[in-house]
């Protein structure tokens, strides 16, 4: 089965009653940083390690030909996804183990395995280096490098306590701390409710629950206040507390398990009109956590694009009210989290604005994986965390239903508000009208075209398209 997984969570799993069991993933970092020249020892340990598992004194010499092609290619191709690392089913490495060592050495988020049924692992504790000569300074060199890479990434599960919860947030706090640290606590307060609903509904993505679960969840919680209040959770003893999450065939935290068990079971009594649950949530891993993470603080300035695009011919589509329950009320400084934006150009400044964005999207490249697709008069500019969308741009010369009639006319008589465009009234009507007659589940449409008829003139708007009644 094969899987993605962080390569943190991969290599906190190699920790076995509370003891590393692959200290050679950490032999083969310090060869990397041999070959960067930041030690002059790397590959000398390295090739001690090689040819005592191999019990020659020659393999040292073939494997370090190997291993700086594999980081010479490393630093030209980057990394292969495909490239899946056998593991067991409790994620013990059975091979790989200089991936994973490339992937730590380069801040690596995720990495590819292919998880197999059995739970057999392989054994590279300190034991192992002191039974096959080497040294205890040497020892101590390899002992303090896993301790640096890993205390300068330690694992942070991201959690939140619902607006049920909130009124008890430092009581549960507390209880929390006793399993560990809790840090970086920031309260969201939403003014809509629908907007409130949509940002519960993206931090679940990257889980395995169930849809219809969350939209019942937050029918409960819209007894309580709009709000959350995100953080940081650290466990005191992390490393032997892990298993395979059935649904998902990724690493969960039993840490983390414990924890919500016993806040849920200690608060639920408090809680009136208690569900299943909507005390807390805490992602099952560090792969879950950095996409949430990324659900609640995008980072991403679109403010700063709709400045740098702002001379040439757009218009934002569907903008002029923010009706749909996934729009933030303080657009542009906060996005519309998993969806999208439209942005519609003359087919002269397209290809430029089109390279615009694309080179604002590139600036994220560090954080999210920065997709492009071209369909003819559209394009898609895409920043995706984990495969998952945070945030697409579609820019098109002519939208689809809309000719280009419409593009020229609505660009011409387009108004500027907070600082970017938006369709003035007669052109945001005829737009709305289209996107509800071929997507009806979008009732903000509907309700938009309820309360602005007046702006229609369907004689005019014949020009643009279709504008027979919608049925």
């Known amino acids: 089965m094969i899987k993605t997984v962080s390569v943190r969570d991969l290599v906190a799993r190699q920790?076995?009653?509370?003891?590393?069991?692959?200290?050679?993933?950490?032999?083969?970092?310090?060869?990397?940083?041999?070959?960067?020249?930041?030690?002059?020892?790397?590959?000398?340990?390295?090739?001690?390690?090689?040819?005592?598992?191999?019990?020659?004194?020659?393999?040292?010499?073939y494997a370090i030909g190997r291993f700086r092609a594999l980081i010479e290619s490393y630093e030209v191709n980057g990394y292969d996804e495909k490239s899946a690392i056998p593991v067991g089913s409790n994620l013990a490495i059975w091979d790989g183990s200089h991936r994973v060592a490339l992937g730590?050495?380069?801040?690596?988020?995720?990495?590819?395995?292919?998880?197999?049924?059995?739970?057999?692992?392989?054994?590279?504790?300190?034991?192992?280096f002191l039974k096959n000569g080497f040294s205890l300074e040497e020892v101590k060199i390899i002992m303090d490098k896993a301790e640096e890479v890993l205390?300068?990434?330690?694992?942070?599960?991201?959690?939140?306590?619902?607006?049920?919860?909130?009124?008890?947030?430092?009581?549960?706090?507390?209880?929390?701390?006793?399993?560990g640290e809790v840090s970086d606590v920031k309260k969201f307060s939403f003014k809509s409710r629908n907007f409130y609903n949509h940002m519960l509904k993206q931090i679940y993505v990257a889980d395995d629950i169930d849809p219809s679960k969350i939209d019942i969840k937050a029918q409960y919680l819209a007894a309580y206040a709009p709000e959350?209040?995100?953080?940081?959770?650290?466990?005191?003893?992390?490393?032997?507390?892990?298993?395979?999450?059935?649904?998902?065939?990724?690493?969960?935290?039993?840490?983390?398990?414990?924890?919500?068990?016993?806040v849920r079971e200690k608060y639920k009594h408090k809680?009136?009109?208690?569900?299943?649950?909507?005390?807390?949530?805490?992602?099952?891993?560090?792969?879950?956590?950095?996409?949430?993470?990324?659900?609640?603080?995008?980072?991403?300035?679109?403010?700063?694009?709709?400045?740098?695009?702002?001379?040439y011919k757009y218009v934002l589509l569907g903008m002029r009210e923010k009706l749909s329950p996934h729009m933030p009320e303080n657009f542009p400084e906060a996005i519309p989290v998993g969806k999208d934006i439209d942005i519609l150009v003359t087919p002269e400044d397209c290809n430029f604005v089109v390279e615009a964005i694309k080179k604002f999207a590139m600036q994220y490249k560090n954080k999210y994986e920065v997709v492009v697709n071209v369909m003819g008069a559209q394009t898609h500019i895409i920043l995706t965390k984990h495969k998952k969308w945070i945030f697409l741009i579609d820019v098109y010369s002519k939208h689809d239903n809309l000719n280009?009639?419409?593009t020229e006319?609505?660009?011409?008589?387009?108004?500027?508000?907070?600082?970017?465009?938006?369709?003035?009234?007669?052109?945001?009507?005829?737009?709305?009208?289209?996107?509800?007659?071929?997507?009806?589940?979008n009732f903000w449409h509907l309700e938009y075209l309820y309360k602005h008829a007046k702006d229609f003139d369907e004689k005019t708007a014949e020009k643009?398209?279709?504008?027979?009644?919608?049925?």
């Open 409 to 441: 006319d609505a660009i011409k008589n387009r108004e500027e508000k907070d600082g970017y465009y938006v369709l003035s009234p007669f052109y945001e009507y005829c737009y709305r009208f289209q996107k509800f007659r071929h997507r009806p589940g």
């Open 104 to 128: 730590l050495y380069h801040n690596l988020p995720n990495i590819s395995v292919d998880i197999h049924p059995e739970a057999k692992f392989y054994e590279y504790k300190i034991d192992w």
């Open 404 to 406: 280009e009639n419409f």
């Open 271 to 311: 809680i009136e009109n208690y569900f299943y649950d909507i005390i807390m949530h805490i992602c099952d891993n560090q792969y879950q956590s950095d996409f949430c993470d990324c659900v609640c603080f995008p980072s991403i300035d679109v403010k700063k694009l709709l400045q740098e695009i702002h001379s």
């Open 464 to 471: 643009y398209g279709d504008f027979s009644d919608i049925s």
């Open 151 to 179: 205390s300068k990434n330690p694992i942070k599960f991201t959690g939140f306590l619902w607006g049920a919860a909130v009124p008890y947030a430092e009581e549960i706090f507390k209880d929390i701390e006793f399993f």
């Open 228 to 262: 959350f209040i995100y953080f940081h959770f650290q466990p005191s003893k992390l490393y032997d507390h892990w298993r395979i999450k059935g649904q998902t065939g990724l690493p969960l935290s039993l840490a983390v398990e414990r924890v919500k068990s016993v």
């Open 15 to 61: 920790f076995f009653r509370g003891e590393l069991n692959r200290y050679d993933i950490f032999v083969r970092y310090l060869a990397i940083e041999e070959y960067y020249g930041k030690n002059d020892f790397g590959f000398r340990l390295y090739s001690k390690m090689q040819n005592n598992r191999t019990g020659t004194d020659y393999y040292a010499s």
